[in-house]
């Protein structure tokens, strides 16, 4: 299975100053305090006194570090937008203001936590120069790792709210959870929201992937909770939280369950139809009914100074996991949770069939069943394992662009997916196939944990392939089952026990990267001498570019 890639390539947001090179260590969070990044503003003047001895030197010194920033900043013009990259995994907002304040006014920060870079906007550009002058002339230090910075190819980081104004805000934040391998209700964001401040209503919606409103009473609230939570993960290593401001400043909420609540309404419970209101439990749902092994919530810690002093929160929150499939299929929508099965439409009438579905969704989780629907051309419904993994796949593959066609991957309202009405694909292939038993399934296995649940990207990690093949070999079966062709390859260095080969593939965007993996993954090698096919397996890599 794929091992993590450390480091971001240079693709991403601007370019890099030639000086800067990427740290490559992750040392855990821990805030620095600004009166040791402080540093004195350069003198634009100096008497005859300070132009002797070590005075004169410093001078030169600083007129040499601004003719080298002068130098290099043809590479990408100025800007108030900041790009800043090398940040550890443990980074949130409130570190980079604490940090790059004393630079200027800083009016938004969007992180990519992901790619461990953030866009930092200042108030003028002589402030962002100042911040890109510096971090090119000594180390700055973020969270006790050395980050770097460049001018971004924006002019301006583009928010969600009102575009027309750079100070807009609102007491109502809207939370992407991004990588969201465990399920988030309402009550772990409750608990991850509200030691800022306190939350009045709360919102979950997956249309497109899971996001979230947090409504907090007062704006001073909604800023401080951006700051402390915007890139922390809600639990370790996934689940990361982008927090935006939202459009609406208020939040409307119908009913109190996993999907939205009202905290101001405590009373507020959900009506079934035809059963009359249901009785308040004073202690909730028992955690043992039915429900599987509880995992530890990470909220902020005990010493952020955004926590509120006089509440006290539980370092330790549990969450409740998807009713096991072996449950009756009687039992009510309400307690099954969302829908194991994904709907997917936009699909090339002539290019798609059951097994391609298959080698893209199984990326997110087990695949049972797909279904191709007779009655809306170019949609089908997949059913996966569990409710979490059509999360994920929602998440990473709704909008990707498939065979000139974009993917629209939503939850269905249907439970499973029954084969009734199978007909011919137009490449003769069935419209309806069962998964469930085929071993190409990656989450069933003692090490499903190496499984990297990564959105599409250009580079392709393969693995699992015959040891004597190579890359004339590999282009000519990208041409044989007219798959996109790779430009770069990159093979791993093999342990000496090892019987298989693992490397990488770039292609020249991420739409081929998709069809490649779409129609070559799984395919069997046979080779002399070996009585058992090799299936090469494909996924996508972490890395931007070889």
Request: glycine share 6%; with cysteine; charged share 25%.
């Given at each position: 299975?794929?091992?993590?890639?450390?480091?971001?390539?240079?693709?991403?947001?601007?370019?890099?100053?030639?000086?800067?090179?990427?740290?490559?260590?992750?040392?855990?969070?821990?805030?620095?305090?600004?009166?040791?990044?402080?540093?004195?503003?350069?003198?634009?003047?100096?008497?005859?006194?300070?132009?002797?001895?070590?005075?004169?030197?410093?001078?030169?010194?600083?007129?040499?570090?601004?003719?080298?920033?002068?130098?290099?900043?043809?590479?990408?013009?100025?800007?108030?937008?900041?790009?800043?990259?090398?940040?550890?995994?443990?980074?949130?907002?409130?570190?980079?203001?604490?940090?790059?304040?004393?630079?200027?006014?800083?009016?938004?920060?969007?992180?990519?936590?992901?790619?461990r870079q953030a866009l930092v906007e200042f108030d003028s550009l002589e402030s962002a120069e100042r911040?890109?002058?510096?971090?090119?002339?000594?180390?700055?230090?973020?969270?006790?790792?050395?980050?770097?910075?460049?001018?971004?190819?924006?002019?301006?980081?583009?928010?969600?709210?009102?575009?027309?104004?750079?100070?807009?805000?609102?007491?109502?934040?809207?939370?992407?959870?991004?990588?969201?391998?465990?399920?988030?209700?309402?009550?772990?964001?409750?608990?991850?929201?509200?030691?800022?401040?306190?939350?009045?209503?709360?919102?979950?919606?997956?249309?497109?992937?899971?996001?979230?409103?947090?409504?907090?009473?007062?704006?001073?609230?909604?800023?401080?909770?951006?700051?402390?939570?915007?890139?922390?993960?809600?639990?370790?290593?996934?689940?990361?939280?982008?927090?935006?401001?939202?459009?609406?400043?208020?939040?409307?909420?119908?009913?109190?369950?996993?999907?939205?609540?009202?905290?101001?309404?405590?009373?507020?419970?959900?009506?079934?139809?035809?059963?009359?209101?249901?009785?308040?439990?004073?202690?909730?749902?028992?955690?043992?009914?039915?429900?599987?092994?509880?995992?530890?919530?990470?909220?902020?810690?005990?010493?952020?100074?955004?926590?509120?002093?006089?509440?006290?929160?539980?370092?330790?929150?549990?969450?409740?996991?998807?009713?096991?499939?072996?449950?009756?299929?009687?039992?009510?929508?309400?307690?099954?949770?969302?829908?194991?099965?994904?709907?997917?439409?936009?699909?090339?009438?002539?290019?798609?069939?059951?097994?391609?579905?298959?080698?893209?969704?199984?990326?997110?989780?087990?695949?049972?069943?797909?279904?191709?629907?007779?009655?809306?051309?170019?949609?089908?419904?997949?059913?996966?394992?569990?409710?979490?993994?059509?999360?994920?796949?929602?998440?990473?593959?709704?909008?990707?662009?498939?065979?000139?066609?974009?993917?629209?991957?939503?939850?269905?309202?249907?439970?499973?997916?029954?084969?009734?009405?199978?007909?011919?694909?137009?490449?003769?292939?069935?419209?309806?196939?069962?998964?469930?038993?085929?071993?190409?399934?990656?989450?069933?296995?003692?090490?499903?944990?190496?499984?990297?649940?990564?959105?599409?990207?250009?580079?392709?990690?393969?693995?699992?392939?015959?040891?004597?093949?190579?890359?004339?070999?590999?282009?000519?079966?990208?041409?044989?089952?007219?798959?996109?062709?790779?430009?770069?390859?990159?093979?791993?260095?093999?342990?000496?026990?090892?019987?298989?080969?693992?490397?990488?593939?770039?292609?020249?965007?991420?739409?081929?990267?998709?069809?490649?993996?779409?129609?070559?993954?799984?395919?069997?090698?046979?080779?002399?001498?070996?009585?058992?096919?090799?299936?090469?397996?494909?996924?996508?890599?972490?890395?931007?570019?070889?």
């Amino acid at each position: 299975m794929e091992e993590k890639e450390s480091g971001v390539g240079e693709g991403g947001e601007g370019g890099f100053y030639r000086s800067a090179k990427r740290a490559r260590t992750e040392e855990e969070a821990g805030a620095r305090d600004l009166e040791e990044g402080e540093e004195k503003e350069e003198e634009t003047g100096s008497t005859e006194e300070d132009a002797a001895g070590s005075g004169c030197t410093d001078s030169r010194n600083r007129r040499s570090a601004r003719k080298d920033f002068m130098k290099d900043s043809h590479l990408i013009p100025p800007s108030p937008v900041v790009h800043v990259r090398g940040l550890c995994d443990a980074v949130v907002e409130a570190d980079l203001v604490e940090v790059l304040e004393k630079f200027g006014t800083i009016c938004y920060v969007m992180m990519m936590p992901f790619k461990r870079q953030a866009l930092v906007e200042f108030d003028s550009l002589e402030s962002a120069e100042r911040c890109v002058m510096s971090g090119g002339s000594e180390p700055i230090f973020i969270a006790n790792q050395q980050a770097f910075f460049n001018f971004s190819t924006s002019q301006r980081i583009t928010r969600p709210t009102n575009a027309d104004d750079p100070t807009s805000r609102n007491k109502v934040l809207l939370l992407s959870i991004q990588n969201p391998l465990y399920p988030i209700s309402t009550d772990v964001l409750y608990t991850v929201c509200n030691p800022v401040g306190n939350v009045l209503r709360i919102v979950i919606f997956k249309r497109n992937g899971i996001q979230a409103m947090v409504e907090y009473p007062y704006l001073e609230d909604a800023q401080k909770a951006k700051m402390a939570l915007n890139g922390a993960d809600i639990y370790s290593g996934c689940c990361t939280l982008k927090i935006e401001y939202a459009r609406p400043n208020r939040l409307n909420v119908v009913r109190n369950d996993t999907s939205s609540w009202d905290y101001t309404k405590p009373f507020l419970l959900h009506r079934d139809r035809g059963k009359g209101r249901q009785r308040q439990a004073i202690l909730g749902e028992h955690p043992s009914n039915g429900y599987g092994p509880h995992c530890p919530l990470l909220p902020l810690p005990p010493n952020s100074r955004y926590r509120r002093s006089h509440e006290h929160v539980p370092e330790l929150v549990s969450y409740k996991q998807l009713v096991p499939k072996t449950f009756p299929s009687t039992l009510p929508s309400t307690v099954l949770g969302s829908s194991s099965v994904a709907m997917v439409s936009g699909l090339h009438p002539n290019k798609m069939n059951c097994n391609r579905l298959f080698n893209l969704f199984c990326l997110y989780g087990n695949v049972e069943k797909v279904k191709f629907m007779k009655s809306v051309p170019g949609t089908a419904l997949v059913e996966m394992a569990d409710e979490y993994a059509v999360d994920r796949a929602v998440t990473h593959l709704n909008g990707t662009k498939v065979f000139g066609k974009k993917l629209n991957v939503c939850v269905s309202r249907q439970q499973a997916v029954i084969p009734s009405q199978v007909f011919e694909l137009a490449d003769g292939s069935s419209s309806y196939q069962d998964f469930s038993l085929t071993r190409n399934n990656r989450f069933s296995s003692t090490h499903s944990h190496r499984n990297i649940i990564q959105p599409p990207t250009a580079v392709l990690h393969f693995y699992n392939a015959p040891p004597t093949l190579n890359q004339q070999q590999l282009l000519k079966f990208c041409s044989e089952h007219d798959a996109p062709a790779f430009t770069k390859y990159k093979v791993f260095d093999a342990k000496p026990s090892s019987k298989t080969l693992s490397g990488l593939l770039e292609f020249d965007c991420k739409a081929a990267a998709v069809e490649a993996l779409i129609v070559l993954n799984h395919h069997q090698f046979r080779i002399a001498g070996s009585s058992n096919p090799f299936t090469i397996k494909l996924c996508f890599s972490t890395s931007t570019h070889l």
